[in-house]
């Protein structure tokens, strides 16, 4: 059974504060910020038929938190040359960023190959799943992905009177491909493939998604969210930007939120065929209009930071492997991941885990997979995962 709890009820009746709804794992947010939360017969957030979130009844006191690391975010950005570009066009505040949001769609046009009519700016790639859902599903319709997944297009899709068909993940958390393929019928409008997937952190190979891609994108378009494919190391995992030269009807999402640290400045953007992206512009405004002259130039300025990217990537590789090898001491069994963040499975009832945590000073996520606990714990600085690692080892 799936309640559904309307935020001001809860609020009312003392269940919870607005701050514990931003800190619980999967609420909705974006252009769906104001739809009830849906809570199962436990009172846990219902994600998926697979997963369930938990949250905190009482919101804690940021201020007091040794850790943070429970929102994937880059704990070394915004990168310096971004930083100067945002003290810099402070002084342009006063006037549209229209020629600075040409200057970085052009840039990153170059970068993928593509020209800039194959673009779309948005306010971080989540605002951009949101309009593409807006746009493909105002007639209804059906979207196919995997479960476990990142939901917000699929919350958006669901708002507006889509359904939804999930397709449990394979044994190893990769896509099921072939299973996707045959949930496809004459009313899917989409199908979307994030990948490395959140909140998993697994891949699905190169080659396996390019002939998916390849093949299925005749007969619908495919999503592919590839927000943390600039940390992945390790594994075959190239972006699917190059179909877009092949003629294939595939959306392709990136952000500066990850490798860029730059998720408080909201910058992202779609590369699809422009016929696609006229679609999308019709029902939501596009092109990045409402994405702030600061962010803009801090965009432009991440992206040439070139030194900033590999040290993240490097850093963010270190402290998981620190990470790793303290779990397997511990007897964790982690899903080995490629992004900044790893999930593993844990011995108490998520909300009591996330409680204990927190009484350490430390920001996680908590839910339940099949109905057994997991925690996913973002890749923060070494020291946050020392300060991680050592909250384990006395609440286990």
Request: aromatic share 8%.
């Amino acid at each position: 059974m799936v309640q559904k709890i309307n935020r001001r009820s809860l609020l009312k009746s003392g269940f919870a504060s607005i701050g514990a709804l931003a800190a619980a794992p999967f609420v909705a947010e974006g252009a769906f910020a104001g739809t009830p939360l849906r809570l199962d017969n436990s009172s846990r957030i219902f994600y998926s038929p697979m997963v369930r979130g938990h949250y905190l009844d009482v919101q804690p006191d940021m201020n007091k938190m040794v850790a943070r690391i429970g929102s994937n975010e880059n704990p070394y950005g915004p990168p310096p040359m971004a930083r100067k570009a945002i003290s810099e066009a402070i002084e342009k505040g006063n006037r549209y960023g229209r020629q600075e949001l040409k200057t970085l769609t052009d840039k990153i046009a170059l970068k993928e190959g593509v020209s800039p009519d194959y673009i779309m700016m948005g306010n971080g790639s989540g605002d951009l799943l949101e309009k593409t859902a807006l746009a493909l599903f105002k007639d209804g319709g059906n979207i196919v992905s995997a479960d476990p997944t990142y939901m917000s297009l699929i919350r958006v899709a669901e708002s507006i009177g889509a359904t939804w068909k999930a397709v449990p993940c394979k044994s190893d958390w990769s896509h099921d491909l072939d299973a996707m393929e045959k949930a496809i019928d004459k009313d899917t409008k989409l199908v979307y493939i994030c990948n490395p997937n959140n909140p998993i952190g697994a891949v699905t190979s190169t080659k396996a998604l390019t002939d998916f891609c390849s093949r299925v994108s005749e007969r619908v378009p495919i999503f592919i969210d590839e927000a943390y494919i600039e940390l992945v190391e390790g594994a075959d995992n190239t972006s699917m930007v190059g179909l877009l030269k092949q003629n294939k009807n595939v959306i392709i999402a990136r952000t500066f939120s990850k490798i860029m640290g730059m998720a408080g400045l909201r910058v992202g953007y779609i590369a699809a065929q422009p016929a696609t992206l006229n679609t999308i512009r019709k029902t939501a405004k596009g092109g990045g209009g409402g994405i702030a002259v600061t962010s803009v130039t801090a965009a432009i300025g991440a992206m040439e930071d070139i030194e900033f990217q590999n040290n993240t990537r490097k850093l963010n590789t270190e402290a998981k492997t620190y990470l790793y090898e303290n779990l397997k001491t511990m007897g964790y069994k982690y899903v080995p991941s490629y992004t900044n963040f790893v999930i593993f499975p844990i011995n108490m009832p998520g909300k009591e885990f996330l409680k204990k945590m927190v009484d350490k000073g430390i920001i996680v996520k908590a839910m339940d997979i099949q109905d057994k606990p997991w925690c996913r714990v973002s890749i923060g600085t070494k020291e946050e995962m020392r300060l991680f690692v050592s909250a384990l080892q006395e609440i286990s």
